[in-house]
C-alpha cells in the first residue's frame, strides 16, 4: 500500500524552528518528485516546497530563504526545515507525492494525513 | 502566478441531484504541446487530507465513482457530481500544475440540501 506518514510538527514560538518528517513506504521514492502543501486553520490549500529525485528544489515565495525541502533516498524520508517561523505558518502540513514521477508539472497523487504546526508565543 | 477561482463559494444540493463547481483560470492552462489541460480536483473531507479526483481536467483517478467527472479546456472548467450521495459532503478544490507555483482555488463547499 503506497503510504506517506507526517510526523514533526507541534507549538513554536515565533522566530523559532521545526523540522518535519515524511515517511514514504509502498513506493519507489528516489523516482517521484515529492511536495509539501499546507492548510492553514479554515483555509484554502497553498503548495509550499517540491524537490526531484535528482534534489532539483521549487520553493514558493512566502517562504523562500526561511524553509529548506530536503530529501534521504536510502531512508525513504522527505524533510521540511522550517526557520524563522512567524505566526502566518501555522497550518497542517501535508507531504504528497507527484503524479508524474521526476516531471514538477504535475498534479498531487498520494497525501499524507499531515502534520500541525502552530506559531505562537 | 496564475489565479483560480472557484464559483460557488458554498452550494447546497439534494440527494440523488446534480452538482456542479466552475473553475476559472486567469490564464490558458491548456498546453499546445500535447493538447493537454493542466487541472486537477480534489475532495477534502472533514478532518481528512485531500484527495485526487480527476486529473487532466477530465480524467477520473483510480477507485473514484463515475458519477464524478470533469469537463472544459483552457480557462473553464467544471467538476460535476451526477447524482449527489451522502459521502460526496466535502470542500473540492481545483488546481493548475501548468507553470509555476501550482495554485489552488479558493474550495467550493458541497452540502446537502
Known amino acids: 500500500e503506497v503510504q506517506l506518514v507526517e510526523s514533526g510538527g507541534g507549538l513554536v514560538q515565533p522566530g523559532g524552528s521545526l523540522r518535519l518528517s515524511c515517511a514514504a513506504s509502498g513506493f519507489t521514492f528516489s523516482s517521484y518528485i515529492m511536495n509539501w502543501v499546507r492548510q492553514a486553520p479554515g483555509k484554502g490549500l497553498e503548495w509550499v516546497s517540491s524537490?526531484?529525485?535528482?534534489?532539483?528544489?521549487y520553493n514558493a515565495d512566502s517562504v523562500r530563504g526561511r524553509f529548506t525541502i530536503s530529501r534521504d533516498n536510502a531512508k525513504n524520508s522527505l524533510y521540511l526545515q522550517m526557520n524563522s517561523l512567524r505566526a502566518e505558518d501555522t497550518a497542517v502540513y501535508y507531504c504528497?507525492?507527484?503524479?508524474?514521477?521526476?516531471?514538477?508539472?504535475?498534479?498531487?497523487?498520494?497525501w499524507g494525513k499531515g502534520t500541525t504546526v502552530t506559531v505562537s508565543s | 502566478d496564475i489565479v483560480m477561482t472557484q464559483s460557488p463559494d458554498s452550494l447546497a444540493v439534494s440527494l440523488g441531484e446534480r452538482a456542479t463547481i466552475n473553475c476559472k483560470s486567469s490564464?490558458?492552462?491548456?498546453?499546445?504541446?500535447?493538447?493537454?489541460?493542466?487541472l486537477a480536483w480534489y475532495q477534502q473531507k472533514p478532518g481528512q487530507p485531500p484527495n485526487l479526483l480527476i486529473y487532466w481536467a477530465s480524467t477520473r483517478d483510480s477507485g473514484v465513482p463515475d458519477r464524478f467527472s470533469g469537463s472544459g479546456s483552457g480557462t473553464d472548467f467544471t467538476l460535476t457530481i451526477s447524482s449527489l450521495q451522502a459521502e460526496d459532503v466535502a470542500v473540492y478544490y481545483c488546481q493548475q500544475y501548468y507553470t509555476s507555483p501550482r495554485t489552488f482555488g479558493q474550495g467550493t463547499k458541497l452540502e446537502i440540501k
Open positions: 524537490i526531484g529525485g535528482s534534489s532539483t528544489i
Open positions: 490564464q490558458s492552462v491548456l498546453h499546445s504541446s500535447n493538447n493537454k489541460n493542466y
Open positions: 504528497a507525492r507527484n503524479g508524474g514521477h521526476d516531471d514538477y508539472y504535475y498534479y498531487m497523487d498520494v
